[in-house]
């Protein structure tokens, strides 16, 4: 299969265009490194550095004629979305317009795009959301992503294209950048690694559900084959089901990873929600996905790679 995959130089993409290669696809990578590394694609992927607002676009579909996208190109965080809420739009409505019309033009099959489930359901009080609650985003950065799905279901409607949505949960693991996609779990090893205390917003008992980034990469490879319906796009919640308070997400990491400081409480942040917990039954049911890795073990091989990680860096300096 002919996949290309926007955004693949990222944290979650480029873990997705390594799955995408072993399982013998043929894959093309855009990215245009803003917050992505070159050291992550694989040297199989066919790489065009460039914006996916860019004109160009088009012209790397028409050479590559993809049978499917993998859309995960984004500005990824809420709180620059809040800070800039027109260059948010930008990135995520505009630019994802492009790639669904360069899709469209050039006879893509499949667009899969990676949508938040943290974000988008807004805030919630009873039970995990399943991909039926309403829709309440409080952050630009959540606004943007329904509005692409929305734009991506005018596609699928309007021109047959097959359309299918992944609403993450919070991923998180092996490449997760501290810095340019501000993951909890990125900053805070991050933080221990350099011997600062980790920051923790409001009073740490919001509750988020975490998943594995290898959980997350098996769904996208569901995702190329799963059937989906003539009359609707295929959403798809990609979560563990599992409340986890940031208190006690700590609580975990400091086990793993024995840090000589410990956290310490700020304000709390604007756009943050309170609770964040998805229902991942209907990807059970559907799309035969499951996560697989439960969150001790996740952080213990995340806390693993970062460790690796830094001391491969600080051999490269010396």
């Known amino acids: ?18 799955a995408f290669l072993a399982a013998g696809h043929d894959v093309a990578v855009v990215d245009d490194l803003s917050s992505g590394s070159a050291d992550n694609i694989a040297p199989r992927a066919r790489v065009y550095r460039v914006d996916i607002r860019d004109a160009a676009l088009d012209g790397i579909f028409a050479e590559e004629r993809p049978e499917v996208v993998c859309h995960h190109a984004a500005q990824v965080s809420v709180r620059r979305s809040v800070e800039a809420p027109q260059a948010d739009a930008e990135i995520n409505v505009l630019g ?13 099959r499949r667009l899969v795009f990676a949508s938040t489930g943290g974000a988008i359901y807004g805030e919630q009080t009873g039970p995990p959301a ?14 943007a992503k329904l509005a692409v799905e929305h734009y991506l279901d005018y596609f699928r409607a309007t021109f047959g294209l097959e359309a299918v949505v992944l609403r993450y949960a919070n991923v998180y693991g092996p490449r997760q950048d501290p810095h340019g996609e501000a993951g909890v779990v990125a900053i805070f090893m991050q933080r221990i690694l350099a011997g600062l205390a980790p920051t923790i917003f409001g009073d740490g008992e919001q509750v988020r559900d975490f998943v594995y980034v290898e959980d997350v990469v098996t769904a996208n490879l569901a995702a190329l084959r799963v059937a ?17 308070t940031v208190n006690a ?15 310490y409480y700020e304000p709390v942040r604007s756009g943050d929600v309170r609770r964040s917990v998805l229902d ?25 790679w970062f460790v690796e990680h830094a001391g491969r860096k600080a051999a490269e300096a010396a």
């Open 228 to 244: 989906t319906p003539r009359d609707e796009t295929a959403i798809f919640n990609i979560g563990t089901g599992r409340a986890t």
């Open 96 to 108: 994802s317009l492009n790639v669904f019309g360069a899709a469209r033009r050039h006879g893509t």
């Open 130 to 143: 399943d991909e039926t609650h309403p829709c309440r985003p409080r952050s630009p950065y959540a606004v």
């Open 280 to 304: 991942p039954s209907r990807a059970a049911r559907l799309l035969g996905w499951r996560p697989a890795v439960g969150l001790e073990e996740g952080l213990a091989r995340t806390w693993a």
């Open 1 to 18: 299969m002919r996949i290309l995959i926007t955004g693949g130089a990222g944290f979650i993409g480029s873990n997705v265009t390594d």
């Open 249 to 263: 997400l700590w609580r975990v990491i400091e086990a793993v990873a024995r840090p000589t400081v410990g956290a």
